[in-house]
């Protein structure tokens, strides 16, 4: 070890004022790449008394100077003599600390992220998170970035997509680095104050820093006290899936039952209910309508009182099982706007029903007052329920109001229908009722209720005198009057309001859990292995799909994500178990070139290469030195690794240092080798982001570079089967059906070559006897084109299977 650890320059401010005379050290480390997808920097300044520095550094003395927040700046020379911001030189004061025996002050320091680290929650509705939309990592990461106070930063936004509210947690900026991390990036602060965001590369050979062990390292040694790898790794998360609701539809249901309940001679099984719903949302008006349409027999419509009039006794009608319809209902429901709440405010119900339903009492009682038409769908009832909320959009009260055919109200009432002249087919109100939530206190509700109906249909009506005027009796029957009413308290939640009916949405968010497992070969043989890591990510990407699609794809953005972090993660175990602990003088490269996981290339004492990239540095600065330190993280070993210096020779391909020709080397128009990230000049000197240095051998080209490990890539495959069988179990005969069934197999190896294979089984089932067909097929000599030229089998269905829509076979 031969270190230069010469004196350097420095100049440090606080709150713009100079303190260089004052400063005895700063040392202090950033955390190491971990999930919470940010690298933080903390440290201590040290400040002692000095000659000619007249200002006190007691902080009771001085309390406005070294508060929460105040900018530190830290510039040192380069090794040109130049003062250069220091990588981690950009800070801000956590807390003072003031020794008053030694007459030192400590100042505590962190960059902006450690200091605008709150502890509060994300507020959620700032953030704008809240939105089904699709809305881009990269919007709601800016809008954190701004609540958290930090407007100025660089980098590639990840451009993930979510369609669902996010459900954040934490400060902003911890809810910054997760969504970092679920796109494999982290974000640091760079000595501008600048936030920057970068992408995790574990196997990145770029070379930043140079170590040749025992020339220019303090310490180089195995990093200890690491996790072992393992030979699976599983990355773990929901996926939010956005699925499109078919507001508007129709669906048709079926109700069988015997023909013996119309006619008792009867047997087998007919159609005694088929009802179709069809469902209509009008977004701009906030109308939901249902309709419902019910289809029955004949018989079970037009009531037992008009069959006669269709056939003599006893002879039943023609038509008895034929089907009609025979009810029809309208439900109407009415919202608020979207930005009112989008609450129920309003319900009508209309029903209508086939006449001779109502006017059965009429016919048996006096069959010769009907004399228009008796059957058919006619108007008979409409129920209305408005509700009234509190500013809370709490519901306060809900009113029920009943509208009938007078005809039907009067309807087993005892009426004398030989005083009347025409049938009362006119709407009243039959019945109303009120409701009242009403909250006694914070845990105490009160219900109360009453209802108002026709007198004639009121408990104890019958023993009611009615007038003998028809005018006068009908008015008496069809006013309304109190029927019952109950008040209820309970401070047990049992008389909570109903929650508020809301405007219908177009999608529904369902969760899909998804995994990915990253497979790393194990070099050592035997069934001790390590026990395998499962990592869980929070916000991956979203996916929509339409309301009838049934299968996931596997390769969507949230499947991607979970590759990138459990590939990661399962580098980070290998490069860690077999990394290297290194410190050494802060060279120029690292002055203007630092971001976390910097690559390093280090030359041990047999000459081998190595390289690493650093993780969790720590740095030291006092008036006689400069340092960093790091663990390393084991990228591989490089072949060919060469210091630059001696005679370099740089021709139209190739690059040649002392004879040796440095592998991978590109040469630019200029006449430039670069090569590891390192440009090399045909004068000697060597470039390394943007820094010109000498080319003395304190700079090596890592050469080429190989993984310690292999990675298993995984081939997908896949198997559909399908079928549909359709039958009515009301048929009176038995016919002889055809099935058929078919079988399919497929799989794609993705890496420089195409697997193609198929299976072929077809089926005939005619009456009681099988018939099976195997395809003759030469399965040996499949080549992709045999698979769509196969000669179908008698039942066999011809089928071009490259163009297979795989998700309807299930």
Known sequence: MSVNQSARNVRLLVGGADYTPCMISFQGSDNHLDQSGLITFTGQILLGKALGFTQSLDDRHRPGAFCRGTPVTLDIADTNGSLTRHPRGTLRILTPKYNAEKQQLTLEVGDLITVLTFKEPTDPDKAGNKKTDSQSASSVITKLLAEAGISSFTGNLPETLYNYPLNLSGSYLQSVGKLLYANNQVGWIDNQERFRISTVNVSSTQSLVSLIVGKNELWYRRLGGA???????????????????????????EQYGTPAILDPTQTGLIVINKTKVTQKWVE????????????????????????DKFAEPPDLPPQLFQSFLGENRIEESSFESVEAGGKLIQKITNFNTDKSQYLAEIEENRPDFITGEFVGLNPTKQVTETYTYNPKEVLLNKITQTQELAVIVLNGSDENWDDWDNIPEYFVTSEEKHEEWKEIDKYTWQYETYTLKSTCKTEGSNEIEYPDDVTAR?????????????????????????AAERRPTTTRIEENPVTYTALFQDPCSGNFKQRERTYNVEFLAGISVSSDEVFIPSDSDANLQLKAIAKREGELLRARWQGAEMAGAIPNSLLNGYQPLFGVSAVEFDGTGQSYLADGCSWVVTAQKALFSCDGLWVGQAQG?????????????????????????VITPEGNAVVGGITVTPDGNVIINGVTLPADG?????????????????MSGGMALGGECICYPYLLITITAVIQGGLGFGGECKGGFLLLGGMGLAGDCTGTTPLLYWEDFNWDSTDPGIWNGLQPSPNWESIIWDGTDWDRLF
């Open 474 to 498: 009908s008015q008496m029957k069809l006013s309304l009057t109190w029927d019952s009413s109950e008040k209820r308290r309970s401070n047990s939640g049992q008389e909570t309001p109903p």
């Open 227 to 253: 996790e072992a790898p393992c030979e699976k790794v599983k990355a773990v998360g929901t996926q939010m899936v956005t699925r499109e609701v078919e507001l508007d539809n129709e669906t048709t249901t």
């Open 698 to 714: 304190s700079v090596v080209i890592p050469g080429v570079v190989t993984l310690p490990y292999t990675e298993i890539e995984a």
């Open 284 to 307: 701009d008006q906030g109308k939901f309508t249902i309709t419902s349409e019910t289809e029955k027999p004949w018989g079970l419509i037009v009531s037992r009182a008009f069959w």
């Open 641 to 665: 690794s060469i210091p630059v210096q001696g005679v370099i020779l740089i021709t139209g391909s190739t690059l040649t240092i002392n004879g040796a020709i440095a592998p991978g080397a």
